[in-house]
């Protein structure tokens, strides 16, 4: 029976050491399929998800991983990447669903200006946040947008550092669905940021303009594989109502 999401929150520890014991791939797919339902900026889903069961893999992405237990008894892995350098084909895709969805004769004339304005912001808002070169546009768009917003609430983050924070933060958001559904299952996972992500892009074989957001070891937990209580600041601490 699987858990409520209170219960799997509960549950889902970092897992640092897996039994021996195989999981079902298509089960951890069926997790994935979920992370991608995550909410993502400007539903451009600039993510890519990369499910490792090949052992020989598994085995070259513990050591990239620097051979830590999390990663080296893992029955499988997962591995987050951040695709920024996908913005034009994502926002294509989004267009070309904007013309399936609104291809109608007799639209109403709420849903043209839905039509008009979302077609504006995929056509000409994204590429004008996103398009840089060496980081040069980016700067001046910031300078500009800087001055614009003494007089008005505008969106600052455009530099090509910001974008890369906001693809990361979506992929994060993806990876949290997939360790939640993965605990609501019985399964656990840890999240790992060391690693050499040159080398895990290598091995993956993936192109120069992909990000590693994080790679992530699946299986089921060993008792000793949960280092301890679980320890959190009290919640007054980060708890603020305004």
């Known amino acids: ?3 409520t999401v209170t219960e799997a929150i509960a549950y889902r520890r970092s897992t640092r050491v897996y039994k021996d014991e195989n999981i079902d791939t ?3 797919k069926n997790c994935l399929v979920n ?8 539903n451009l889903q600039l993510w890519e998800f990369y499910h490792i069961t090949d052992k020989n893999k598994l085995k070259k992405l513990a050591e990239a991983c620097f051979n830590q237990s999390a990663a080296k008894t893992a029955n499988q892995l997962v591995v987050v990447v951040a695709r920024k350098d ?5 926002a294509k895709a989004n267009l070309a669903f ?8 007799d639209l109403s004339e709420r849903d043209q200006k839905r039509k008009k304005m979302a077609t504006n912001y995929y056509s000409k808002l994204i590429p004008t ?3 840089d070169f060496l980081g040069i546009f980016g700067y001046i768009k910031y300078f500009a947008f800087q001055i614009v917003g003494l007089f008005k609430p505008i969106y600052r983050q455009v530099r090509q550092s910001d974008m890369r924070i906001v693809a990361h933060k979506s992929a994060g958001l993806a990876a949290q669905n997939f360790m939640t559904s993965m605990a609501a299952i019985g399964y656990d996972t840890c999240p790992m940021e060391g690693s050499d992500t040159l ?4 091995i993956l074989d993936l192109p120069r303009g992909a990000e590693i957001n994080m790679v992530i070891g699946c299986g089921i937990r060993d008792e000793k594989g949960i280092y301890g209580l679980r320890f959190r600041v009290p919640f007054n601490e980060v708890y603020f109502e305004v």
């Open 1 to 3: 029976m699987e858990k």
């Open 26 to 28: 298509e089960k951890v």
């Open 35 to 42: 992370a991608s339902l995550a909410p993502t900026s400007s």
């Open 86 to 90: 996908l913005w034009r084909k994502r």
């Open 98 to 105: 904007l013309e399936k969805v609104y291809d109608k004769d």
């Open 129 to 131: 946040i996103y398009t």
């Open 199 to 202: 080398r895990v892009k290598q």
